[in-house]
């Protein structure tokens, strides 16, 4: 098993913070990091089996039924070599099956932009895509993103470019302390990729997912209607509601 | 966390092959996993410790995904029906309920048959420092502790209401599961679950009549055009609801010859509201007066907890408003 | 109003949500006119930012805590050795053996690896013999006693005694980014990534434990995911990040997870008021008895509350106040302390004022408001045009299903500061920077201070890099008391103006003139203020530095400074929000907030601390509580899943309206006030809305719908 880490300064992210090799024979010794261009090897199963995902490996399919019946479908307990492509790049990351896929992103992957807040689903602050859609990455499995195109906030600028929404982000304040903002970020790509221009209702309900507590929600919306190249309000005269209006925004949908 | 193998499974029936058997010299069976997001809540909360999971989701039927006419595939995710127009035109309760669940990201992933299959989110139950009945303790705890988000009908000993929002919409569309791995090839969704009573197979252990070996492929559904869906929360971002009725009707012009109610988070099963069924029938949705007076008998028989009694005046106007809204109506203007 | 923007909705219009500064009618015109983008904006929307939660060198070791998971209990059994026969599990160490709460910790456990940590902590199999606790305050009646005689006498005199109770729960701060410290350790050099409001702070507290002399470490907190008063010590998970790496000699992580985030970190005590209060029909307050129980878990201090606030005439008041001790995790300071839970019970108390004498509760706060400035006077005026007050109808006559409210709160916080230093460095290549030792945990700090030392200095902001977040730069003040800014920006500007100083007696001597002749302007050095009267580049003065670098010094002594804000922050809070009379459920419609800060030195993020602080205010009034099994004392809602916060689709429309003062040459605390009025406003305009008050945060669907229950049946008998 080669080793090999991204070196940078003293913040090296080269810790595998949750593989426990414990049996002798994988031979392992310590766990890699993660080589962003070469190959690393798998632990005894084949690449096929390994590269199952929910879209099929050509591979197994063409393979003879008493090869695939012999083939090891199972991964674990020992640590397994996971395959991931994670903004555009290929990479191999080895975990054990138990592992998220925030934990591999923070750790191996050292891309800490998404983070951990409450480890449950229940707050959006790990949110990335997974094959376009929004998800909680802590909790799904490494091995369910195998096959798919996962992209974190470290993936959404092209260098020095920034995405559109990020750049609104910046102009509406729209963040504080930052902690939420990568997984508010990419809550609020997701909301555009699939509704190009939002409505408030839309945005409001496509956000509440996420939590922010130093309460950006304000700047958020506004970031939003701009990326969309809608108006932001501008209004000089503070309008006034009319008498009666209520809010079907509760119950139904 | 735990330590468990996953067997990446390539067919339903070796999925539910390996739920029954399980690799050797293992104490508990292995859990299948879809989503997998209330399992992964589950082990991070130290309540399981499976030693393999049984991915479904690297099972490649496409029919698993598919949504058809009164069809879809058990692996169908929540966003993909309540943004499905087959759903939406035919059933429309059932895209409501669940465009109405949880958060889009975990709509993105959930699956239909986990959110039928989910387990409680009861904060005793979850919390593994309760050894309460449900995971085979001596006492409930919400009987003298925090119930205010608890049953009002149905149950003891066991006291949690049911969470999937799925599940009630699907009744009054006449839903049912198609099966593989057992005898049973469909299991009416009001058979589905029973209550949480020791004499009981399955008892208060469980939720689902499901055996081991039994994998839920598709849920089947009847049309249900006249259908509507309304949901009370507490708070209007991620939150469970407080009280919630899913109900579908057969209107003669403005009246309302019959009608299927299923009130949710009310129950340790959806809870079925025969009475208002009755009292409905004949009840024209104009009259306000005969509406509400048909709603109110949704409450008959309850037995609220010492904090939940609230729900009792919640269920009757979630009722109301869920019959306006299959109608078309705005229950709020008119 | 922009059509179209409503024809976008698919629901009933919705308010635009903000409004540029420019046509913001705050007072008298008034504007405030810049555009600056938040310094370290592209650090977060990029996910570059690195917190200290996210710091792992190399070889680091994992630390957890073991804690006991009941209110109060024994421990009975604990399987150390085989805990440390776990994989990669390096020590268990074990510092008590009984829990007084929830989270106590009794011990921790050190790993190579999380999930080896956590493998580790379950393997322990620790069980516990739960022993009866006390999980809260029932009431302030114990404080309650007797009123002197002049108070007796008051409420004699009075036309009407109102006779009530108010209360608020336990709130968590609940910041984003848990409580921890990652300690990397280099040989003998070790840095200190501390998520904290106060870099000198930890560098102080963790002197004790770190193992190595002060001169060899440093503290860093450049990024800081939230703290709202909870992280001013390096707590238990602190210290064992500390003493771990002391005594392994290794790198150590140690974080809260979000379980223990809630039990252990800290929490706004809760509040019990009973307030005996007489008053005339024109609702001239003669005077009462409140008093106050804090319930402050195990702690015996930490429980007050600001009521009275002083901001009204109450008239004679007798205030008692007392903590209340219970089986729960202690308090810590929380946004404004004292004064959010105090100002709730305050503003509802004035409203039911108002409607017993039928006085409208506008009119009321304009005839008892204290405020010398006028400011208050002021602001609820134009407020009340804003909201259109106009259109709120009398207490408790609405019908309909949907009812609307109209509520008012009001703030004012006192210019604190303390002792601060800064430095501005210029290189000879003609870059700059700001120093400051001080913490940016999402208030704009450092944006702020540059736009200081940037005005000061005579360059345009971009020009210059402002470094902050060290124990090795410049000291400064904790982040608490809304002080940071106020006390380092007159540093800051005393440093840019000594830097400006010392480049102008270099100029002079270079270019064989007076310096009182040169000014600096816009990057450049010139004989007057104009574009056509450069005398030197920046680049050409910086090269001829004498040395490599030129640094201005300032300092501040937390007392006087030319630069700083003075008075109070004022601040006024108008609600507009609709009540479901059929389920209780609120629906916030509209917050209009004004807010004094002394002179504002960057529009967007002191606008964001309004927002901030209106929709924490909001939070704690509609959903938050810390609640604890009345059994058995453990917290039924440890996540963000049953500990409620306000989320994207409760919002209102906020109008955060920066208050310009006459006269102000600096900051002042703007963190706090804002967070004070919210709930106060939103309880008086929901109980306009259904004609009974909700004395009970949170002001969820139950207490609504009994509360409506109350008013229909009092309507009933009168009709």
């Known amino acids: 098993m080669s080793e090999s880490s991204e070196s940078s300064g003293t913040n090296e992210n080269a810790s595998p913070p949750f593989i426990e090799p414990t049996s002798g024979g994988s031979g392992q010794c310590g766990a890699a990091g993660v080589s962003r261009r070469g190959f690393i090897q798998t632990l005894g199963l084949s690449s096929a089996a390994a590269a199952i995902g929910a879209r099929a490996d050509a591979a197994l399919a063409a393979k003879s039924p008493s090869q695939a019946d012999a083939e090891a479908t199972v991964l674990g307990p020992d640590a397994v070599a996971m395959p991931l492509t994670v903004n555009g790049s290929r990479t191999t990351v080895t975990a054990e099956v138990g592992a998220t896929l925030l934990e591999v992103l923070r750790g191996p992957l050292a891309l800490t932009g998404s983070k951990e807040v409450c480890d449950r689903g229940s707050c959006g602050g790990c949110s990335v895509l997974v094959d376009g859609a929004l998800v909680t990455s802590c909790m799904m499995l490494a091995v369910d993103a195998i096959g798919c195109e996962v992209t974190t906030i470290e993936g959404l600028a092209q260098g020095d470019r920034l995405d559109p929404i990020q750049e609104s982000f910046i102009r509406h304040d729209a963040l504080q302390c930052g902690f939420c903002t990568p997984g508010l970020v990419m809550a609020c790509k997701a909301l555009l990729n699939h509704h190009p221009k939002p409505s408030m209702d839309q945005i409001r309900k496509g956000l509440s997912g996420n939590i922010c507590r130093c309460g950006t929600y304000t700047n958020i919306f506004n970031a939003v209607l701009e990326a969309s190249g809608q108006p932001v309000p501008t209004d000089a005269a503070l309008p006034v509601l009319p008498a009666s209006e209520p809010t079907s925004r509760q119950g139904g949908t | 966390m735990n330590r468990f193998s996953l067997l990446q499974a390539r067919s339903i029936e070796e999925a539910s092959v390996a739920t029954r058997t399980g690799p050797d010299s293992s104490v508990s069976l292995p859990i299948l996993k879809a989503g997998g997001l209330d399992l992964l809540d589950q082990l991070k909360e130290g309540l399981i410790d499976p030693p393999q999971l049984v991915n479904l989701r690297t099972v490649s039927d496409p029919a698993l995904r598919a949504i058809g006419d009164g069809r879809f595939g058990a692996l169908v995710t929540l966003t993909q029906i309540a943004s499905s127009d087959t759903v939406r035109k035919s059933s429309p309760v059932i895209a409501k309920a669940v465009a109405a669940a949880a958060t889009p990201q975990v709509r993105n992933v959930a699956t239909a048959a986990g959110n039928l299959l989910q387990r409680p989110r009861c904060w005793y139950f979850r919390n593994h420092q309760f050894e309460c009945l ?66 009981l197979a399955g008892g208060v252990l469980t939720e689902h009549n499901l055996r081991p070996g039994e994998v839920i492929t598709g849920i089947t559904f009847k049309p249900a055009p006249i259908s509507g869906f309304w949901a009370v929360k507490e708070k209007q971002s991620f939150d469970w609801p407080l009280v919630f009725a899913a109900v579908a009707l057969q209107l003669e012009g403005r009246s309302i010859a019959s009608a299927r109610v299923v009130a949710g988070a009310v129950a340790p099963i959806p809870w079925t509201l025969p009475a208002v069924e009755k009292a409905l029938q004949g009840v024209s949705l104009d009259d306000d007066a005969a509406l509400r007076k048909a709603c109110a008998v949704a409450v008959e028989g309850a037995t609220p907890m010492s904090d939940n009694n609230y729900k009792l005046a919640l269920l009757p106007v979630a009722v109301r408003r869920a019959v306006l809204d299959a109608a078309g109506i705005d229950p709020l203007r008119g | 109003m922009s059509s179209s923007l409503h024809a976008a909705d ?37 996910g570059r930012a690195k917190y200290s939660r996210d710091v792992f060198p190399k070889g680091v070791l994992f630390v957890g805590g073991i804690r006991c998971p009941w209110g109060k209990a024994k421990l009975t059994s604990i399987d150390v050795p085989g805990a440390r026969k776990v994989a990669g599990v390096v020590d268990v160490v074990l510092e008590g053996d009984s829990g007084e709460y929830d989270g106590d910790p009794i011990g921790h456990v050190v790993a190579e690896s999380r999930t080896a940590l956590r493998r580790g902590l379950r393997a322990l199999k620790v069980s516990w013999e739960r022993l009866p606790c006390r999980t809260g305050v029932e009431s302030a009646d114990a404080v309650f006693g007797d009123a002197p005689d002049s108070i007796t006498k008051a409420l004699a005199g009075a036309r009407h005694v109102l006779e009530t109770e108010y209360s608020t729960p336990v709130q968590t701060h609940s910041a984003l980014e848990t409580h921890g410290l990652t300690v990397e350790r280099n040989d003998e050099n070790v840095i200190v990534h501390a998520s904290t409001q106060g870099t000198f702070v930890v560098a102080e507290e963790v002197s004790r434990f ?116 219970f089986n729960g995790g202690a308090p810590r300071a929380m946004r404004a302390p004292g004064h959010p839970q105090a100002a709730f019970a305050e503003e509802l108390m004035l409203d039911e004022i108002a409607t017993i004498t039928g006085v409208d509760p ?32 009398a207490t408790g006559s609405q019908r309909g299903i949907i009812r609307r409210g109209f509520g008012i709160g009001t703030t004012s916080w006192k210019a604190l500061r303390g002792p601060a230093q800064a430095e501005v460095v210029v290189h000879r290549d003609g870059s700059i920077e700001v120093l400051s030792g001080s913490q940016d945990i999402g208030t704009g700090f450092r944006t702020m ?43 800051v500007m005393a440093a840019a103006l000594d830097a400006r100083t010392k480049l102008l007696e270099v100029a002079a001597k270079q270019l064989g003139v007076e310096a009182s002749a040169l000014t600096i302007a816009e990057g450049e050095i010139r004989r007057g203020d104009q574009r056509d009267q450069l005398a030197m580049t920046w680049t050409d003065l910086c090269r001829v530095l004498p040395t490599e670098t030129l640094v201005g010094r300032g300092s501040f002594d937390g007392r006087e400074s030319p630069h700083f804000g003075k ?131 949170p002001l969820t669907p139950d207490k609504v719908l009994a509360a409506i229950t109350v008013a229909s049946a009092r309507q009933g008998a009168h009709s």
């Open chain 2, 134 to 199: 449900k995971k085979g303790g001596s006492q409930c705890f919400a009987v003298e502790g925090e119930n205010r988000y608890h049953a009002i009908f149905g149950s003891g000993p066991c006291h949690i209401v049911h969470p999937s929002n799925l599940a009630p919409a699907l009744m009054v569309c006449d839903g049912s599961v198609d099966l593989v791995g057992g005898d049973r090839k469909t299991l009416a969704i009001k058979d589905l679950y029973h209550l949480p009573d020791p004499r």
């Open chain 3, 10 to 46: 698919t629901g009933p219009a919705h308010l635009p949500t903000r409004m540029p500064t420019a046509n913001r009618p705050a007072n008298d015109g008034k504007s405030v006119d810049d555009d600056t983008s938040r310094l370290d904006a592209v650090a977060k929307v990029t």
């Open chain 3, 210 to 325: 770190i193992g190595v002399p002060r001169s060899n470490y440093e503290v860093r907190c450049e990024y800081v995911g939230g703290g709202f008063g909870a992280k001013f010590q390096i707590g238990k998970e602190g210290t064992w990040a500390a003493t771990t790496s002391a005594s392994q000699k290794r790198s150590a992580h140690s974080f809260c997870d979000r379980r223990e985030e809630h039990l252990d970190t800290g929490n706004r005590p809760s509040m019990h008021a009973r307030v005996k209060i007489g008053f005339d029909d024109d609702g001239t307050i003669r005077g009462g008895q409140i008093a106050i129980a804090g319930g402050v878990g195990v702690a015996r201090s930490g429980g007050g509350a600001a009521f009275p606030s002083g901001r009204y005439n109450l008239g004679e008041i007798d205030a008692k106040s007392k903590n209340v001790s």
């Open chain 3, 362 to 393: 506008l009119e009321l706060r304009l005839r008892l408001t204290n405020d010398d400035t006028g400011s208050r006077q002021t602001m609820l005026r134009l407020g009340s045009k804003m909201i259109g007050w106009d259109r709120r109808v």
């Open chain 3, 449 to 491: 201070i540059g736009v200081a030392a940037a005005e000061k200095l005579g360059v345009p902001l971009k020009a210059l890099t402002v470094r902050i977040a060290s124990s090795k730069l410049p000291e400064g003040p904790a982040s608490g008391g809304s002080v940071t800014t106020p006390s380092v920006a007159p540093a």
């Open chain 3, 567 to 697: 008075g109070h922050s004022h601040g006024v809070q108008f609600v507009e929000l609709e009540v479901d009379s059929e389920t209780g459920v609120i629906d916030l419609k509209r917050v209009i907030a004004f807010q004094s800060c002394g002179r504002v030195y960057s529009r967007k993020t002191s606008e964001s601390q309004i927002l901030g602080g209106v929709i924490q205010g909001a939070s704690y009034a509609l959903f938050e509580n810390k609640l604890l099994d009345r059994r058995t004392g453990a917290m039924v809602n440890p996540n963000l899943e049953w500990y409620k916060i306000l989320g994207s689709n409760d919002m209102p429309v906020i109008e955060p309206l920066l208050w310009v003062d006459d006269n102000q040459t600096g900051p002042r605390g703007l963190g706090e006030p804002p967070v004070v009025p919210t709930a106060g406003a939103i309880a008086c305009a929901l109980f306009n809305a259904i004609g009974e008050p909700v004395r009970h945060l």
